[in-house]
Each structure stands twice: as structure tokens, then as C-alpha cells.
Nanobody
């Protein structure tokens, strides 16, 4: 089993910044990719940013240039630096990781519990 612990959410004014962290622990042989998704009330969960083990990143146009994803492979931790936040960024942010638990196992997807980000004046 793999556990994901998120931190860093909160209330911020428009134009402000927040940094989210997500640490993975448990049965981990290797991590292929880590990412962040968000879900606003009444909407589907959507990708915010992702990063592979080799450092390739992916962002939707809605956050490109404002959000930056990074990871510390030694700590199995992924970060999301969010700048120039807008009210429409308000959502619950979820960490996701694609993990190979053992050397001879397949890969599995795990989710964090979510952290609330509210952008409001």
C-alpha cells in the first residue's frame, strides 16, 4: 500500500502564491509519475500538472506560466508552486502518483486525500 500526504493548501488573495507538497510513502519500488489534479464544486476532476521520473512536465493552458511542478525523487515528494492565483483556481487539489510497488509488479495509481485551495479577497 502507498500513502500520500498533502499539505500547503489554504486561503489566499487573488494574485497571491501557495506551495503544495505531497509525500509518498509505503510499498514503493519506483515512481513513474506524480501529479496534481483539482476539482471545483460541481465540476470534474482535471489535471493541473504532472511530472515524470525523468522530469518531463505537462500543464494545461489554464495554469501554464503560473504553476510549476517539481519533485524530489530521493524524498518521493512532489511540489506545486502556484503563483498569480485567480479565483477560478479555487478547488480541492489532489495529489496523484503512478507507482510500481515491487520490482516484478505492475504499476498502480494512488490518490491523496485532497487539500482545499481558496482564492478570494
Amino acid at each position: 500500500q502507498v500513502q500520500l500526504v498533502e499539505s500547503g493548501g489554504g486561503l489566499v488573495q487573488p494574485g497571491g502564491s501557495l506551495r503544495l507538497s505531497c509525500a509518498a510513502s509505503g510499498s514503493i519500488f519506483s515512481i513513474y509519475a506524480m501529479g496534481w489534479y483539482r476539482q471545483a464544486p460541481g465540476k470534474q476532476r482535471v489535471l493541473v500538472a504532472s511530472i515524470t521520473s525523468s522530469g518531463n512536465t505537462n500543464y494545461p493552458d489554464s495554469v501554464k506560466g503560473r504553476f510549476t511542478i517539481s519533485r524530489d525523487n530521493a524524498k518521493n515528494t512532489v511540489y506545486l508552486q502556484m503563483n498569480s492565483l485567480k479565483p477560478e483556481d479555487t478547488a480541492v487539489y489532489y495529489c496523484q502518483t503512478v507507482v510500481r510497488p515491487k520490482a516484478n509488479s505492475g504499476m498502480y495509481i494512488y490518490w491523496g486525500q485532497g487539500t482545499q485551495v481558496t482564492v478570494s479577497s
